[in-house]
Each structure stands twice: as structure tokens, then as C-alpha cells.
């Protein structure tokens, strides 16, 4: 009996399932079968007149809902210190602009240091040259008062009378020759004509 008893089960297991819809299969077909019936009738829809007297009409009612939105924004705004989306486009032109500006300014400065720099550089080695210069300058002055000085040291040596410094006889007092004549205008007495 048990094996009568499971084959029973079986059987009405395998009917149950027979009778139980596949939703899926269903769905599929209902699908397929709709979907060219509507494709049909959206076609015939869209290439009517209707469709495009709507689309117009459509479109004439969003153009003028925005021209009104539009107007009601700004004077909204012109009557509310809120800045607009044009305030904000011109705040970011300036923006743009003095970054702009900024970014010349920075480049000029730069280029201007460096010209800066380079002439400070070539100014302290033409300062170095002129030391160097002067230095040499020095060094041959002092070769030169030294040579002089060897030669008046040799001169003096050669004759005595022939080292006076001639600046010595330009200051000293000159002998007077006209003794006669300062003998004849002694003070005390008259001159005599």
C-alpha cells in the first residue's frame, strides 16, 4: 500500500502543477502581442494633425509660462536687494577680470625683478671693476712716490744744493737788491723827489 499511496501523491502533484499558470510565460505574450497593436496606434497618433497642434499648443504654454515666471523673478528681484542670475554673471566677469589683471601684474612683476636683479648684479661687479681699478690705480701711485722718492734721495745725495724742494724757494723771502733805494727811503725822512 505504501508504494499505491506515493504513486496517488505523485500523481496529483504533477496535476496540481499542470493546472498552476506560468506568469511569467503570460506576461511575455501579453507583452508582445499589446506591444505592436500600440506602437501601431502611436504611430497613426503622432502623424496626425492633432498631435501637432498639440505639441504647439504645448510649446505656447511653456514659453508663455516662463516669459511669466520670467518677469515675476525680476521684479521680485528689483524690489528685493537678492542679486539676480545677471548680477551674479557680471560679479563673475569682474572676478575674471581683475584675476586677469592680477595675473599681468604678477608677470610684470617678475619680469621686472628679474631686469632688477640682473642690473644689480652687473652694478656690483662694475663696483667690484672700479675697486679693482682703483686699487691697481693705488698700487701704481704708490710704485711712482716711491720711485720719486728714491730719485730725490739719490739726487740729494748727488748735490745737496740741488735737493731744495722748489716749492721751499717759491715761499722763502726774496733778498731785497735795491739796497740804495731802501737806504734812501729810511723812514724819518723826507723823499726826495
Not at 6 to 29: G, Y
Amino acid at each position: 500500500m505504501p508504494v499505491d499511496e506515493t504513486q496517488e501523491h505523485d500523481q496529483l502533484n504533477q496535476d496540481r502543477c499542470q493546472t498552476i499558470p506560468d506568469f511569467t510565460e503570460a506576461w511575455k505574450r501579453l507583452y508582445f502581442e499589446s506591444e505592436e497593436a500600440l506602437a501601431r496606434s502611436v504611430k497613426e497618433f503622432i502623424a496626425s494633425q492633432s498631435f501637432v497642434s498639440l505639441l504647439e499648443q504645448m510649446g505656447g504654454c511653456y514659453l508663455s509660462a516662463y516669459k511669466a515666471t520670467s518677469q515675476n523673478l525680476d521684479r521680485f528681484f528689483a524690489n528685493h536687494p537678492l542679486p539676480t542670475k545677471k548680477d551674479i554673471a557680471r560679479i563673475a566677469a569682474l572676478v575674471v577680470s581683475v584675476e586677469e589683471k592680477l595675473d599681468r601684474f604678477d608677470s610684470d612683476l617678475s619680469s621686472g625683478m628679474a631686469v632688477l636683479t640682473n642690473n644689480l648684479i652687473k652694478l656690483v661687479e662694475s663696483q667690484l671693476a672700479f675697486q679693482n681699478e682703483m686699487a691697481s690705480i693705488k698700487e701704481n701711485l704708490q710704485s711712482i712716490q716711491n720711485r720719486l722718492s728714491l730719485y730725490e734721495s739719490q739726487r740729494n745725495a748727488i748735490s745737496p744744493e740741488a735737493g731744495k724742494n722748489p716749492q721751499d724757494e717759491i715761499t722763502a723771502p726774496k733778498p731785497n737788491r735795491n739796497r740804495k733805494k731802501a737806504d734812501k727811503d729810511k723812514p724819518g725822512e723826507p723823499k726826495q723827489p
